[in-house]
């Protein structure tokens, strides 16, 4: 993450802080923007459920949302007062900084493998554990197997290539 936060510094993106308890991204809403982590601390909201607490100077907030053309999949906001490095138009910024945007997908996939992973083993732990748990399993390999039909071609394989 510090590659992320290293770009942005050199960059000069503006830096805003923010108090706590500032919600910079609401579940539901489109914002546009991105946020990276210079240093205080923030939570990530999906509904009422705390998914994560974030503290590591570098960490970025809203990419999912920009790469998926979306509104925001959780909320994040302040626990402690945060400085935060913003961009307004994510897209756009994604599309002139390459690089940047490189360090984002990297993060994704890392987050992606990591998610499957744990899919993967809650799925095992279940197989063969009889009709009641069936249904968790199927749904677990739904969701190991989930492609999004925007990013697969008509012949199988995903749009590009």
């Known amino acids: 993450m510090s ?10 993106l503006p830096a805003i802080r ?3 308890g500032i919600a910079l991204l609401v579940e539901g809403e489109s914002s546009g923007r991105l946020y990276v982590l210079v240093d205080g ?18 960490a970025i907030f809203g990419e999912i949302s920009t790469l998926l053309g979306e509104p925001h999949s959780a ?6 007062p945060s ?16 690089n940047l945007a490189l360090v984002v997908a ?5 987050r992606l493998s990591a998610a ?3 899919l993967v083993n809650l799925k095992r732990q279940f197989e063969g554990s009889g009709d ?23 012949s199988g394989g995903p749009s590009g290539w």
């Open 83 to 98: 400085t935060m490095y913003v961009i307004d138009d994510a897209e756009k910024f994604l599309q002139d900084h390459p």
């Open 132 to 154: 009641q748990m069936r249904s968790v399993g199927d749904a677990l390999e739904a969701l190991i197997h989930q492609q999004n039909r925007e990013f697969v071609t008509e």
């Open 3 to 12: 590659s992320v936060l290293e770009q942005s510094s050199r960059i000069g």
């Open 116 to 118: 499957t992973t744990y």
């Open 106 to 110: 990297r993060l994704l996939a890392q």
């Open 41 to 58: 601390e923030v939570e990530v909201l999906r509904g009422d459920t705390r998914v994560m607490v974030a503290n590591q100077p570098g």
């Open 75 to 80: 909320t994040v906001k302040t626990v402690k």
């Open 18 to 20: 923010f108090d706590d």
